[in-house]
């Protein structure tokens, strides 16, 4: 009889760790298989910005623009929509050195152009030598399955190792470091080692774990806390809820409800995203509003170069 029990709970025991030690939950259909050459890799599709047009906007051009632009050109765009009205040398443009010589030039053309006088213009030098999307695309499936064995969205992953040093590994001027650009203090939060003699943020599967509880156990209640405060319906595999989570991820939750409070929004979607776009409040400023931008166009930047480049394409459900 103990011998049975015994066998029971052994065959039990079995089985419970099997299943612990699978994810969760599933985003197989949120998932493509991409064969190039020799290589495959399961990385997320990019169909709901196509279904919900959000590539149709003119900041999507833009930053897809500027992203795969080399740094001897730059970018002259107005500044509430990004509409890009010309590309010109950046040699040209170094030679105006005091701000009001380039104040002058853009007056001149916007003269030239019978834009508004009002029209603020902005020029932005290419970035083609920071977004390096060759480089990190092999990382991309290594991302998504860490995420996944850590039962987060892994939507993130790939969104966040497109945009931030992509490819590289450089410390930001405000201290962010690693694969995901994670704070020391942030990174510590999450159980990484950083001191003086260990970093563990420069560890790909150490900074994915970092990044992915980040987003679980803090990005993502606090965007449920924010929305539900408005009485928001979301689902949390919408594209705008995930952006919504990534400009937690990146300002803060505290600078998003700012951001959010300044809006009073009555619906989420598109124009709740847009809107955070040209609103600012708090520390939630220019650089914060163009984050989700920069992710949506990273992500049709790695669209073209899959259906470009590769051999064959097929869904994972």
């Known amino acids: 009889m103990h011998f049975k029990k015994s066998i029971s709970t052994l065959a039990f025991l079995v089985v419970f760790q099997h299943l612990i030690a699978q994810p969760l939950n599933s985003w197989d259909e949120h998932k493509v298989v991409v064969k190039r050459e020799k290589h495959v890799s399961e990385i997320m599709h990019m169909d709901d910005i196509f279904e919900e047009r959000w590539n149709l906007l003119p900041q999507m051009h833009y930053w897809k623009i500027v992203m795969q632009l080399s740094p001897d050109s730059c970018v002259i765009s107005k500044g509430h929509d990004k509409k ?100 020391p203090e942030v990174a510590r939060a999450q159980g990484l080692i950083v001191n003086d003699r260990t970093d563990e943020r420069k560890n790909f599967e150490r900074s994915a774990y970092g990044a992915a509880r980040l987003i679980s156990r803090i990005c993502i209640p606090e965007a449920r806390k924010i929305l539900n405060s408005y009485g928001i319906k979301y689902n949390e595999t919408d594209l705008w809820f995930r952006l919504f989570v990534m400009h937690i991820y990146h300002a803060g939750a505290g600078n998003v409800r700012a951001v959010v409070d300044a809006i009073r929004p009555n619906k989420g979607g598109k124009e709740l995203i847009t809107a955070m776009w040209k609103t600012k409040a708090a520390s939630f400023g220019n650089s914060s509003q163009n984050y989700s931008q920069v992710a949506l166009a990273a992500q049709l930047i790695l669209h073209d170069i899959i259906y470009n480049k590769c051999d064959e394409i097929y869904d994972c459900r």
Request: proline letters at 5%.
């Open 84 to 183: 890009i009205i010309q590309i010109i040398s950046s040699k040209d443009w170094k030679t105006y050195t005091t701000k009001e010589q380039k104040e002058e030039a853009k007056e001149k053309l916007k003269k030239e152009l019978n834009l508004p006088q009002d029209e603020i213009l902005n020029v932005v030098i290419g970035k083609s030598d920071f977004y390096l999307f060759e480089t990190v695309y092999p990382y991309l499936t290594k991302g998504v399955e860490a995420f996944e064995k850590l039962n987060v969205d892994p939507w993130y992953a790939q969104a966040i190792l497109l945009i931030e040093s992509p490819g590289q590994l450089k410390k930001s001027t405000t201290g962010a470091y690693g694969p995901f650009q994670l704070m």
